[in-house]
Protein backbone atom coordinates (compact mmCIF):
# COMPACT_ATOMS: atom_id res chain seq x y z
CA UNK A 1 0.00 0.00 0.00
CA UNK A 2 1.42 3.27 -1.03
CA UNK A 3 1.17 5.67 1.25
CA UNK A 4 1.91 9.48 0.18
CA UNK A 5 4.02 10.96 2.85
CA UNK A 6 5.75 14.52 3.20
CA UNK A 7 8.10 15.64 5.89
CA UNK A 8 7.39 17.44 9.02
CA UNK A 9 7.81 20.94 8.37
CA UNK A 10 9.87 21.43 11.58
CA UNK A 11 12.98 18.83 12.69
CA UNK A 12 13.33 18.56 15.96
CA UNK A 13 16.03 20.86 16.34
CA UNK A 14 13.65 23.89 16.32
CA UNK A 15 10.63 23.15 18.03
CA UNK A 16 7.33 24.41 17.09
CA UNK A 17 5.96 27.76 18.50
CA UNK A 18 3.07 25.96 19.84
CA UNK A 19 1.46 29.20 21.68
CA UNK A 20 2.54 31.28 18.57
CA UNK A 21 0.23 28.92 16.25
CA UNK A 22 -2.79 29.32 19.83
CA UNK A 23 -2.52 32.89 20.33
CA UNK A 24 -1.81 34.15 16.04
CA UNK A 25 -5.11 31.94 14.99
CA UNK A 26 -7.22 31.45 18.78
CA UNK A 27 -6.02 34.61 19.81
CA UNK A 28 -5.61 32.65 23.67
CA UNK A 29 -2.62 33.38 25.63
CA UNK A 30 -2.01 30.06 27.05
CA UNK A 31 -3.13 26.44 27.12
CA UNK A 32 -5.69 24.80 29.40
CA UNK A 33 -4.66 22.16 31.32
CA UNK A 34 -2.85 18.79 29.12
CA UNK A 35 -3.73 20.54 25.80
CA UNK A 36 -0.03 21.15 25.17
CA UNK A 37 0.99 17.52 26.17
CA UNK A 38 -1.66 16.07 24.05
CA UNK A 39 -1.16 18.78 20.95
CA UNK A 40 2.85 17.68 21.33
CA UNK A 41 2.22 13.59 21.26
CA UNK A 42 -0.39 14.20 18.52
CA UNK A 43 2.01 15.88 16.04
CA UNK A 44 5.07 13.72 16.95
CA UNK A 45 3.20 11.12 14.82
CA UNK A 46 1.50 8.94 18.29
CA UNK A 47 -2.24 7.91 18.65
CA UNK A 48 -4.23 9.67 21.12
CA UNK A 49 -7.14 9.03 23.36
CA UNK A 50 -8.51 12.17 24.80
CA UNK A 51 -11.14 12.42 27.64
CA UNK A 52 -12.30 16.04 28.25
CA UNK A 53 -15.74 17.12 30.00
CA UNK A 54 -17.61 19.38 27.87
CA UNK A 55 -16.28 22.67 27.28
CA UNK A 56 -13.07 21.47 28.62
CA UNK A 57 -11.34 22.51 25.21
CA UNK A 58 -11.22 19.32 22.88
CA UNK A 59 -11.25 20.88 19.42
CA UNK A 60 -8.31 22.80 19.87
CA UNK A 61 -6.25 19.26 20.70
CA UNK A 62 -6.07 18.89 16.70
CA UNK A 63 -6.79 22.26 15.32
CA UNK A 64 -3.50 23.58 16.76
CA UNK A 65 -1.65 20.23 15.70
CA UNK A 66 -3.40 21.08 12.04
CA UNK A 67 -1.81 24.27 11.74
CA UNK A 68 1.32 22.96 12.76
CA UNK A 69 1.57 19.94 10.72
CA UNK A 70 1.81 20.59 6.84
CA UNK A 71 -0.99 18.50 5.03
CA UNK A 72 -4.63 17.78 5.54
CA UNK A 73 -6.03 16.90 8.87
CA UNK A 74 -9.61 14.89 8.11
CA UNK A 75 -12.34 15.20 11.39
CA UNK A 76 -14.78 12.59 11.73
CA UNK A 77 -18.04 13.72 13.16
CA UNK A 78 -21.16 12.22 13.82
CA UNK A 79 -23.40 15.80 13.79
CA UNK A 80 -24.02 18.39 10.40
CA UNK A 81 -24.72 20.90 13.20
CA UNK A 82 -21.54 20.85 15.05
CA UNK A 83 -19.01 20.28 11.63
CA UNK A 84 -20.89 23.67 10.43
CA UNK A 85 -20.42 25.31 13.59
CA UNK A 86 -16.84 24.59 13.54
CA UNK A 87 -15.92 25.08 10.76
CA UNK A 88 -17.31 28.54 10.44
CA UNK A 89 -15.77 29.47 13.68
CA UNK A 90 -12.15 28.12 12.04
CA UNK A 91 -13.06 30.41 8.59
CA UNK A 92 -13.60 33.06 10.97
CA UNK A 93 -10.39 32.96 12.66
CA UNK A 94 -8.78 32.66 8.77
CA UNK A 95 -7.92 28.96 9.07
CA UNK A 96 -8.53 27.07 5.50
CA UNK A 97 -11.22 24.58 6.68
CA UNK A 98 -14.28 22.97 5.27
CA UNK A 99 -16.72 20.04 5.43
CA UNK A 100 -18.12 17.69 3.51
CA UNK A 101 -21.87 15.96 4.39
CA UNK A 102 -25.27 15.10 3.38
CA UNK A 103 -26.38 18.46 3.49
CA UNK A 104 -23.88 20.02 0.43
CA UNK A 105 -25.21 20.56 -3.26
CA UNK A 106 -23.34 19.48 -6.14
CA UNK A 107 -21.54 22.67 -6.89
CA UNK A 108 -20.22 23.52 -3.14
CA UNK A 109 -18.99 20.10 -3.22
CA UNK A 110 -16.73 20.53 -6.51
CA UNK A 111 -15.62 23.91 -5.00
CA UNK A 112 -14.42 22.16 -1.86
CA UNK A 113 -12.59 19.12 -4.00
CA UNK A 114 -10.88 21.73 -5.59
CA UNK A 115 -9.36 23.14 -2.28
CA UNK A 116 -8.43 19.58 -1.99
CA UNK A 117 -6.86 19.24 -5.11
CA UNK A 118 -5.08 22.76 -4.75
CA UNK A 119 -3.93 21.39 -1.45
CA UNK A 120 -4.91 24.56 -0.08
CA UNK A 121 -7.18 23.25 2.92
CA UNK A 122 -6.20 22.61 6.56
CA UNK A 123 -8.90 20.90 7.90
CA UNK A 124 -11.21 19.01 6.47
CA UNK A 125 -14.75 17.95 8.68
CA UNK A 126 -16.52 14.77 7.48
CA UNK A 127 -19.44 12.24 8.11
CA UNK A 128 -18.33 8.76 8.67
CA UNK A 129 -21.25 7.66 6.39
CA UNK A 130 -19.49 10.31 3.68
CA UNK A 131 -16.13 9.04 4.39
CA UNK A 132 -16.85 5.39 3.18
CA UNK A 133 -18.35 6.49 0.50
CA UNK A 134 -16.92 4.66 -3.11
CA UNK A 135 -13.45 5.53 -3.64
CA UNK A 136 -13.51 8.65 -0.92
CA UNK A 137 -10.87 6.78 1.01
CA UNK A 138 -8.29 5.94 -2.34
CA UNK A 139 -8.98 9.89 -2.74
CA UNK A 140 -8.12 10.90 0.60
CA UNK A 141 -4.72 8.24 0.04
CA UNK A 142 -3.76 10.21 -2.95
CA UNK A 143 -4.18 13.86 -1.45
CA UNK A 144 -2.09 12.32 1.85
CA UNK A 145 -3.42 12.96 5.32
CA UNK A 146 -1.31 13.94 8.13
CA UNK A 147 -4.01 13.28 10.94
CA UNK A 148 -7.33 11.87 11.82
CA UNK A 149 -9.54 13.67 14.53
CA UNK A 150 -12.13 11.21 15.53
CA UNK A 151 -14.84 13.47 17.66
CA UNK A 152 -17.64 12.48 19.65
CA UNK A 153 -15.68 8.83 19.96
CA UNK A 154 -18.15 7.15 22.09
CA UNK A 155 -20.27 6.55 19.28
CA UNK A 156 -17.89 3.53 18.58
CA UNK A 157 -19.25 1.95 20.69
CA UNK A 158 -21.80 -0.33 21.45
CA UNK A 159 -21.38 0.40 25.28
CA UNK A 160 -22.20 3.53 25.20
CA UNK A 161 -24.62 5.98 25.63
CA UNK A 162 -24.89 6.79 21.64
CA UNK A 163 -23.36 3.97 20.05
CA UNK A 164 -23.66 4.67 15.86
CA UNK A 165 -23.06 1.39 13.73
CA UNK A 166 -21.16 3.35 10.95
CA UNK A 167 -18.55 4.44 13.61
CA UNK A 168 -17.61 0.53 13.80
CA UNK A 169 -15.99 0.91 10.02
CA UNK A 170 -13.91 3.64 11.19
CA UNK A 171 -11.46 0.69 12.24
CA UNK A 172 -10.27 1.16 8.45
CA UNK A 173 -8.57 4.33 8.74
CA UNK A 174 -5.28 2.47 10.41
CA UNK A 175 -5.56 -0.25 8.42
CA UNK A 176 -5.72 2.03 5.31
CA UNK A 177 -3.09 4.83 7.03
CA UNK A 178 -1.37 2.92 9.58
CA UNK A 179 1.23 5.65 9.28
CA UNK A 180 -1.03 8.39 10.38
CA UNK A 181 -1.69 9.28 14.01
CA UNK A 182 -5.24 9.21 15.10
CA UNK A 183 -6.84 11.14 18.06
CA UNK A 184 -10.13 10.12 19.22
CA UNK A 185 -11.80 12.48 21.47
CA UNK A 186 -14.72 12.50 23.49
CA UNK A 187 -16.59 13.93 26.58
CA UNK A 188 -18.38 10.57 27.78
CA UNK A 189 -16.65 7.56 28.42
CA UNK A 190 -16.45 5.22 31.11
CA UNK A 191 -13.87 2.66 31.65
CA UNK A 192 -15.43 -0.13 29.25
CA UNK A 193 -16.08 2.60 26.63
CA UNK A 194 -12.12 4.04 26.73
CA UNK A 195 -11.34 0.51 26.66
CA UNK A 196 -13.48 -0.50 23.40
CA UNK A 197 -12.59 2.81 21.74
CA UNK A 198 -8.91 2.25 21.64
CA UNK A 199 -9.78 -1.05 20.49
CA UNK A 200 -12.55 -0.36 17.89
CA UNK A 201 -10.22 1.68 16.27
CA UNK A 202 -7.13 -0.65 16.47
CA UNK A 203 -4.70 2.66 18.31
CA UNK A 204 -1.35 1.99 17.96
CA UNK A 205 -0.13 1.78 22.16
CA UNK A 206 -1.87 4.85 22.58
CA UNK A 207 -1.72 7.26 25.34
CA UNK A 208 -4.80 7.96 26.83
CA UNK A 209 -5.38 11.28 28.27
CA UNK A 210 -7.42 12.12 31.24
CA UNK A 211 -8.51 15.51 31.68
CA UNK A 212 -10.67 16.80 35.46
CA UNK A 213 -14.11 15.81 34.86
CA UNK A 214 -14.27 18.46 37.91
CA UNK A 215 -16.75 21.35 37.55
CA UNK A 216 -16.28 22.55 40.66
CA UNK A 217 -18.49 26.05 39.95
CA UNK A 218 -21.78 24.05 39.12
CA UNK A 219 -23.46 23.13 42.34
CA UNK A 220 -25.88 19.80 42.10
CA UNK A 221 -29.13 19.39 43.64
CA UNK A 222 -31.80 16.74 43.22
CA UNK A 223 -35.22 17.49 44.68
CA UNK A 224 -38.51 14.86 44.08
CA UNK A 225 -40.53 15.31 40.96
CA UNK A 226 -43.58 15.63 42.94
CA UNK A 227 -44.50 19.61 42.40
CA UNK A 228 -41.75 20.18 39.53
CA UNK A 229 -43.67 23.05 38.60
CA UNK A 230 -43.57 25.71 41.47
CA UNK A 231 -40.19 24.38 42.02
CA UNK A 232 -38.54 25.42 38.48
CA UNK A 233 -41.24 28.71 38.90
CA UNK A 234 -37.93 29.21 42.37
CA UNK A 235 -35.44 28.20 40.21
CA UNK A 236 -36.37 30.77 37.28
CA UNK A 237 -37.21 32.97 39.31
CA UNK A 238 -34.14 33.02 41.44
CA UNK A 239 -32.16 33.58 38.03
CA UNK A 240 -34.52 36.46 36.40
CA UNK A 241 -32.81 37.75 33.34
CA UNK A 242 -30.39 35.13 33.01
CA UNK A 243 -30.42 32.21 30.85
CA UNK A 244 -31.49 28.36 31.60
CA UNK A 245 -31.95 25.04 29.80
CA UNK A 246 -34.69 22.39 31.28
CA UNK A 247 -34.56 19.11 29.34
CA UNK A 248 -37.69 17.21 29.17
CA UNK A 249 -38.19 13.47 27.79
CA UNK A 250 -40.58 14.06 25.63
CA UNK A 251 -41.30 16.32 22.62
CA UNK A 252 -45.05 17.28 23.98
CA UNK A 253 -43.30 18.13 27.78
CA UNK A 254 -41.13 20.46 25.86
CA UNK A 255 -43.89 22.27 24.20
CA UNK A 256 -45.85 21.84 27.53
CA UNK A 257 -43.68 22.94 29.53
CA UNK A 258 -42.51 26.36 27.40
CA UNK A 259 -46.14 27.38 27.25
CA UNK A 260 -46.65 27.60 30.93
CA UNK A 261 -44.05 29.12 31.26
CA UNK A 262 -44.68 31.93 29.18
CA UNK A 263 -48.01 31.67 30.74
CA UNK A 264 -46.43 32.79 33.91
CA UNK A 265 -44.09 35.61 32.03
CA UNK A 266 -40.86 33.93 31.68
CA UNK A 267 -39.82 34.57 28.10
CA UNK A 268 -39.43 30.60 27.56
CA UNK A 269 -39.46 28.27 23.78
CA UNK A 270 -39.21 24.57 23.08
CA UNK A 271 -37.02 23.24 21.24
CA UNK A 272 -37.01 19.50 19.65
CA UNK A 273 -35.96 17.17 16.64
CA UNK A 274 -38.94 17.57 15.32
CA UNK A 275 -39.25 21.46 15.07
CA UNK A 276 -38.53 22.92 10.84
CA UNK A 277 -34.51 23.52 10.40
CA UNK A 278 -35.42 27.29 10.21
CA UNK A 279 -37.05 27.57 13.36
CA UNK A 280 -34.84 25.17 15.16
CA UNK A 281 -31.75 27.53 14.47
CA UNK A 282 -34.37 30.70 15.25
CA UNK A 283 -34.41 29.78 18.60
CA UNK A 284 -31.08 28.51 19.12
CA UNK A 285 -30.32 32.00 17.87
CA UNK A 286 -32.28 33.70 20.12
CA UNK A 287 -31.23 31.63 23.01
CA UNK A 288 -27.36 32.34 21.92
CA UNK A 289 -28.19 36.19 21.96
CA UNK A 290 -30.03 36.68 25.51
CA UNK A 291 -33.25 36.91 23.30
CA UNK A 292 -34.68 33.56 25.46
CA UNK A 293 -34.45 33.08 28.67
CA UNK A 294 -35.40 29.52 29.18
CA UNK A 295 -34.98 27.20 26.08
CA UNK A 296 -37.25 23.68 27.41
CA UNK A 297 -35.43 20.75 25.09
CA UNK A 298 -35.02 17.38 24.30
CA UNK A 299 -31.47 16.19 24.39
CA UNK A 300 -31.23 17.08 20.79
CA UNK A 301 -30.03 20.78 22.07
CA UNK A 302 -26.96 21.85 23.11
CA UNK A 303 -24.24 19.85 21.10
CA UNK A 304 -21.97 21.79 19.82
CA UNK A 305 -23.85 25.05 21.08
CA UNK A 306 -21.20 27.43 22.42
CA UNK A 307 -22.99 29.58 25.26
CA UNK A 308 -20.68 30.75 28.04
CA UNK A 309 -23.51 32.01 30.57
CA UNK A 310 -25.89 29.52 30.94
CA UNK A 311 -26.58 30.06 34.87
CA UNK A 312 -29.30 26.93 35.21
CA UNK A 313 -29.44 23.10 33.52
CA UNK A 314 -32.53 21.07 34.74
CA UNK A 315 -33.69 17.86 34.45
CA UNK A 316 -37.56 17.78 34.30
CA UNK A 317 -36.48 13.98 34.06
CA UNK A 318 -34.73 11.40 34.75
CA UNK A 319 -31.98 10.76 32.49
CA UNK A 320 -31.22 7.44 31.40
CA UNK A 321 -27.37 7.85 31.93
CA UNK A 322 -24.43 9.59 34.08
CA UNK A 323 -23.00 10.34 31.23
CA UNK A 324 -26.14 12.05 29.10
CA UNK A 325 -26.68 13.64 32.51
CA UNK A 326 -22.69 14.97 33.15
CA UNK A 327 -22.98 16.31 29.27
CA UNK A 328 -26.01 18.21 29.52
CA UNK A 329 -25.28 19.72 33.12
CA UNK A 330 -21.93 20.76 31.30
CA UNK A 331 -23.67 22.91 29.54
CA UNK A 332 -24.24 24.96 32.00
CA UNK A 333 -21.84 27.66 33.43
CA UNK A 334 -18.97 27.38 31.24
CA UNK A 335 -17.62 30.78 32.00
CA UNK A 336 -16.35 29.50 34.87
CA UNK A 337 -18.89 31.51 37.12
CA UNK A 338 -21.39 29.97 39.59
CA UNK A 339 -24.31 28.08 37.75
CA UNK A 340 -26.99 25.93 39.39
CA UNK A 341 -27.90 22.29 38.38
CA UNK A 342 -31.62 20.34 39.96
CA UNK A 343 -32.44 17.28 38.73
CA UNK A 344 -36.04 16.03 39.38
CA UNK A 345 -36.40 12.29 40.44
CA UNK A 346 -39.53 10.65 40.39
CA UNK A 347 -40.28 6.60 40.24
CA UNK A 348 -42.46 7.13 37.04
CA UNK A 349 -39.61 8.15 34.73
CA UNK A 350 -37.72 5.23 36.17
CA UNK A 351 -40.45 3.05 34.86
CA UNK A 352 -39.94 4.97 31.61
CA UNK A 353 -36.81 4.23 30.74
CA UNK A 354 -36.99 0.28 32.36
CA UNK A 355 -40.22 0.51 29.66
CA UNK A 356 -38.13 1.14 26.62
CA UNK A 357 -34.99 -1.09 28.30
CA UNK A 358 -37.63 -3.82 28.40
CA UNK A 359 -38.22 -3.36 24.64
CA UNK A 360 -34.84 -4.48 23.67
CA UNK A 361 -33.76 -7.26 22.10
CA UNK A 362 -30.47 -7.40 22.41
CA UNK A 363 -30.01 -8.92 25.87
CA UNK A 364 -26.31 -8.01 26.24
CA UNK A 365 -27.54 -4.31 25.29
CA UNK A 366 -30.77 -4.74 27.46
CA UNK A 367 -28.48 -5.43 30.59
CA UNK A 368 -25.85 -2.38 29.70
CA UNK A 369 -28.65 0.10 29.48
CA UNK A 370 -30.48 -1.32 32.52
CA UNK A 371 -27.03 -1.06 34.82
CA UNK A 372 -26.51 2.50 33.60
CA UNK A 373 -29.89 3.12 34.91
CA UNK A 374 -29.32 1.73 38.08
CA UNK A 375 -26.09 4.06 38.05
CA UNK A 376 -28.03 6.94 37.46
CA UNK A 377 -31.01 6.21 39.93
CA UNK A 378 -27.71 5.47 42.79
CA UNK A 379 -26.90 9.24 41.87
CA UNK A 380 -30.69 10.74 42.59
CA UNK A 381 -30.76 8.39 45.43
CA UNK A 382 -27.62 9.86 46.96
CA UNK A 383 -26.86 10.30 50.83
CA UNK A 384 -23.10 11.02 50.14
CA UNK A 385 -21.24 14.22 48.60
CA UNK A 386 -23.05 13.99 44.33
CA UNK A 387 -19.62 14.88 43.18
CA UNK A 388 -18.04 12.38 44.91
CA UNK A 389 -20.43 10.19 42.90
CA UNK A 390 -20.22 11.53 39.64
CA UNK A 391 -16.47 12.07 39.54
CA UNK A 392 -15.95 8.34 40.66
CA UNK A 393 -18.18 7.51 37.46
CA UNK A 394 -15.45 8.84 35.13
CA UNK A 395 -12.66 7.22 37.39
CA UNK A 396 -11.66 10.50 39.23
CA UNK A 397 -10.52 10.04 42.99
CA UNK A 398 -11.70 12.74 45.01
CA UNK A 399 -11.36 12.70 48.91
CA UNK A 400 -13.25 15.43 49.85
CA UNK A 401 -16.75 16.11 50.01
CA UNK A 402 -17.54 19.24 47.71
CA UNK A 403 -19.47 21.79 49.62
CA UNK A 404 -21.76 22.30 46.65
CA UNK A 405 -24.14 19.71 46.47
CA UNK A 406 -27.13 19.54 48.41
CA UNK A 407 -26.11 17.05 50.62
CA UNK A 408 -22.52 18.42 51.43
CA UNK A 409 -24.80 21.78 51.85
CA UNK A 410 -27.31 19.79 54.06
CA UNK A 411 -26.31 16.44 55.39
CA UNK A 412 -28.57 13.98 56.10
CA UNK A 413 -29.15 13.85 60.10
CA UNK A 414 -30.29 10.40 60.94
CA UNK A 415 -32.82 9.39 63.43
CA UNK A 416 -34.95 6.04 64.12
CA UNK A 417 -37.53 6.15 61.96
CA UNK A 418 -39.34 3.46 63.35
CA UNK A 419 -42.35 4.39 63.99
CA UNK A 420 -42.46 6.34 60.30
CA UNK A 421 -41.83 2.82 58.10
CA UNK A 422 -44.66 1.17 60.27
CA UNK A 423 -46.98 3.99 59.43
CA UNK A 424 -46.21 3.29 55.53
CA UNK A 425 -45.74 0.23 55.39
CA UNK A 426 -48.75 -0.42 57.10
CA UNK A 427 -50.63 1.64 54.96
CA UNK A 428 -48.98 -0.34 51.58
CA UNK A 429 -50.26 -3.70 53.15
CA UNK A 430 -53.41 -2.18 53.87
CA UNK A 431 -53.90 -0.89 50.39
CA UNK A 432 -53.18 -4.56 49.19
CA UNK A 433 -50.19 -3.20 47.37
CA UNK A 434 -52.48 -1.26 45.11
CA UNK A 435 -50.72 2.50 46.20
CA UNK A 436 -48.22 4.35 44.41
CA UNK A 437 -45.40 6.54 46.20
CA UNK A 438 -47.90 9.87 45.45
CA UNK A 439 -50.91 8.32 46.86
CA UNK A 440 -49.29 7.27 49.62
CA UNK A 441 -48.66 10.35 50.88
CA UNK A 442 -52.12 11.54 50.44
CA UNK A 443 -52.82 8.34 52.85
CA UNK A 444 -50.70 9.36 55.03
CA UNK A 445 -51.24 13.12 55.17
CA UNK A 446 -54.84 12.60 55.19
CA UNK A 447 -55.52 14.24 52.03
CA UNK A 448 -59.31 13.63 50.02
CA UNK A 449 -57.58 13.33 46.64
CA UNK A 450 -59.47 11.92 43.98
CA UNK A 451 -57.20 8.63 43.97
CA UNK A 452 -58.08 8.17 47.43
CA UNK A 453 -61.91 8.75 47.27
CA UNK A 454 -62.02 6.14 44.14
CA UNK A 455 -60.45 3.00 46.61
CA UNK A 456 -61.81 4.62 49.79
CA UNK A 457 -58.34 4.87 51.11
CA UNK A 458 -59.62 7.23 53.69
CA UNK A 459 -61.07 4.25 55.70
CA UNK A 460 -57.40 2.69 55.84
CA UNK A 461 -56.03 2.96 60.01
CA UNK A 462 -53.16 4.96 59.16
CA UNK A 463 -55.01 7.44 56.96
CA UNK A 464 -53.60 10.94 58.37
CA UNK A 465 -51.72 8.98 60.99
CA UNK A 466 -48.66 11.34 59.56
CA UNK A 467 -50.23 14.64 59.02
CA UNK A 468 -47.66 16.25 61.36
CA UNK A 469 -44.80 15.65 58.70
CA UNK A 470 -45.22 17.70 55.55
CA UNK A 471 -45.69 15.96 52.27
CA UNK A 472 -42.00 16.56 50.72
CA UNK A 473 -40.53 14.77 53.73
CA UNK A 474 -43.12 12.13 53.75
CA UNK A 475 -41.44 11.72 49.94
CA UNK A 476 -38.19 11.63 51.42
CA UNK A 477 -38.69 9.01 53.77
CA UNK A 478 -40.59 6.99 51.92
CA UNK A 479 -37.68 6.98 49.23
CA UNK A 480 -35.16 5.71 51.45
CA UNK A 481 -37.93 3.10 52.67
CA UNK A 482 -37.15 1.45 48.94
CA UNK A 483 -33.43 2.25 49.02
CA UNK A 484 -33.39 0.67 52.36
CA UNK A 485 -35.24 -2.63 50.48
CA UNK A 486 -38.10 -2.19 53.14
CA UNK A 487 -40.94 -1.84 50.01
CA UNK A 488 -40.03 -1.89 46.26
CA UNK A 489 -42.00 0.03 43.24
CA UNK A 490 -43.02 -2.31 40.66
CA UNK A 491 -41.99 -0.96 37.51
CA UNK A 492 -44.44 -3.26 35.57
CA UNK A 493 -47.32 -2.25 37.62
CA UNK A 494 -48.25 1.17 37.60
CA UNK A 495 -45.27 1.62 39.97
CA UNK A 496 -47.21 0.26 42.85
CA UNK A 497 -45.36 -0.25 45.97
CA UNK A 498 -44.90 -3.86 47.12
CA UNK A 499 -44.05 -5.31 50.71
CA UNK A 500 -40.60 -7.17 50.54
CA UNK A 501 -39.78 -9.68 53.08
CA UNK A 502 -37.13 -7.16 54.84
CA UNK A 503 -40.38 -4.44 54.64
CA UNK A 504 -42.71 -7.11 56.55
CA UNK A 505 -40.34 -7.82 58.95
CA UNK A 506 -39.79 -4.44 59.80
CA UNK A 507 -43.64 -4.19 60.40
CA UNK A 508 -43.61 -7.59 62.34
CA UNK A 509 -40.52 -5.49 65.09
CA UNK A 510 -42.18 -2.28 65.04
CA UNK A 511 -45.66 -2.74 64.77
CA UNK A 512 -47.76 -2.07 68.43
CA UNK A 513 -50.14 -4.59 69.26
CA UNK A 514 -53.35 -4.79 67.11
CA UNK A 515 -52.39 -2.52 64.19
P1 LIG B 1 -15.30 20.79 23.78
O1 LIG B 1 -15.21 20.37 22.34
O2 LIG B 1 -14.32 20.08 24.67
O3 LIG B 1 -16.69 20.78 24.34
P2 LIG B 1 -14.41 23.30 22.78
O4 LIG B 1 -13.25 22.79 22.04
O5 LIG B 1 -15.62 23.68 21.99
O6 LIG B 1 -14.83 22.28 23.90
O7 LIG B 1 -13.94 24.49 23.69
C1 LIG B 1 -14.83 25.13 24.58
C2 LIG B 1 -14.53 26.63 24.65
O8 LIG B 1 -13.29 26.85 25.27
C3 LIG B 1 -14.45 27.26 23.27
O9 LIG B 1 -15.09 28.51 23.31
C4 LIG B 1 -12.95 27.40 23.05
O10 LIG B 1 -12.66 28.42 22.15
C5 LIG B 1 -12.47 27.69 24.46
N1 LIG B 1 -11.05 27.31 24.64
C6 LIG B 1 -10.48 26.12 24.35
N2 LIG B 1 -9.16 26.12 24.66
C7 LIG B 1 -8.88 27.34 25.16
C8 LIG B 1 -7.69 27.97 25.67
N3 LIG B 1 -6.51 27.34 25.71
N4 LIG B 1 -7.81 29.24 26.11
C9 LIG B 1 -8.99 29.87 26.08
N5 LIG B 1 -10.13 29.37 25.61
C10 LIG B 1 -10.09 28.11 25.16
ZN1 LIG C 1 -20.87 17.49 47.65
Redesign the pocket.
Known sequence: MEIVSEPLPQNSATPLDLEGL?ERH?G?????PL?REIIEHVVTGRDAVVL??????????FQVPALALDGLTVVISPLIALMKD?VQ?LQGNGIPAAFLNSSLGFTEEQAISEQLRKRTLKLLYVSPERLFQQGFLDWLQELGVRLFAI?EAHCISSWGHSFRPEYKQLHAIKHRFPEVPVIA?T?TADRTVRGDIAASLGLREPRVFISSFDRPNLSLAVLPGQDRFKAIDRIVGRHAGKCGIIYCNSRAGTEKLAAKLRDIGVRAEHYHAKLEPAERSRVQDDFIQGKLHVICATIAFGM?I?K?DVRFVIHYNLPGTVEGYYQEI?RAG?DGKPAETILFYSYADVQTHMHFAEEIEDPRYKEVIIAKLDRMKEYAEAQVCRRTILLSYFSEETVEACGNCDVCKDPPKYFDGAVLAQKALSAVVRSKEQISLSVLVDVLKGTYSPEVNEKGWQRIKTFGAGHDTSAFAWILFIQQFIQLGLIEVDYREHHHLKMTPAGEAALLLTAPCGS
Open positions: LFYKSFRQMPTGGGKSLCQADLAGDAGR
